[in-house]
């Protein structure tokens, strides 16, 4: 992790009772970027800290937090603006060696929801490649939540799939936007 990210973890475990994790917030920054629909910062700030407001007693430690914000989100778009070099940052599972994408999806359904009606006109286009894209993320989103049943093998499957997918499908949304 570059030195940003890591400042940005530390701020987000330790500065926020009920804040967004490095992964959860990587997945909403995602979102917020290809959504359709531009939702502006005053809008989607605040659940990156949750709902008390934010902790920091110095304007100026506010201020560091939020370029880091802003760096981390430009990351995003500037690799999202060179095809192939973009990748989420999913958390792995030291015991299983298994990555976690799980919250990264979470953070990525969050910002959906902030301005629902321009997913609604990716679903209704003819462009068969973000159709599919926002289909298998609605569908990551559904079993990360526990809102769909699924085999044992088709859960192995998006286990084993989703990571490879997610920055497929997140370039996909992003080309489609533009």
């Known amino acids: 992790m570059e030195n940003y990210l890591d400042q940005l973890d530390q701020l987000l475990?330790?500065?926020f009772e009920d804040g967004m994790l490095l992964s959860e917030l990587d997945g909403y920054l995602a979102g917020l970027i290809v959504s359709p629909?531009?939702?502006?910062q005053s809008k989607w700030l605040k659940p990156v800290w949750?709902?008390?407001?934010?902790?920091?007693?110095?304007?100026?430690?506010?201020?560091?937090?939020l370029d880091l914000l802003m760096h981390h989100y430009n990351g995003i778009l500037d690799d999202l603006g060179?095809?192939?070099?973009?990748?989420?940052?999913l958390?792995?599972?030291m015991r299983t060696d298994e990555t976690l994408w799980e919250l990264w999806m979470e953070g990525f359904a969050q910002a959906m929801k902030l301005a629902p009606t321009g997913w609604n006109r990716i679903r209704a286009s003819d462009d068969e490649g973000p159709?599919?894209?926002?289909?298998g993320i609605t569908e990551l989103v559904a079993f990360?939540?526990?809102?769909?049943?699924?085999?044992?093998?088709?859960?192995?499957?998006w286990h084993r799939e989703a990571p490879a997918l997610i920055p497929i499908w997140v370039q996909m949304l992003h080309e489609w936007r533009l």
Not at 131 to 135: E, G, H, I, S, V
């Open 13 to 15: 475990l330790h500065q």
């Open 82 to 89: 060179n095809p192939g070099t973009y990748a989420p940052i």
């Open 37 to 40: 629909d531009l939702v502006p």
């Open 91 to 93: 958390d792995t599972d």
């Open 50 to 65: 949750g709902e008390a407001p934010p902790p920091f007693e110095i304007v100026a430690d506010l201020q560091h937090f």
């Open 144 to 157: 990360a939540n526990g809102r769909t049943s699924l085999t044992d093998a088709e859960e192995a499957r």
């Open 131 to 135: 159709k599919a894209a926002l289909a």
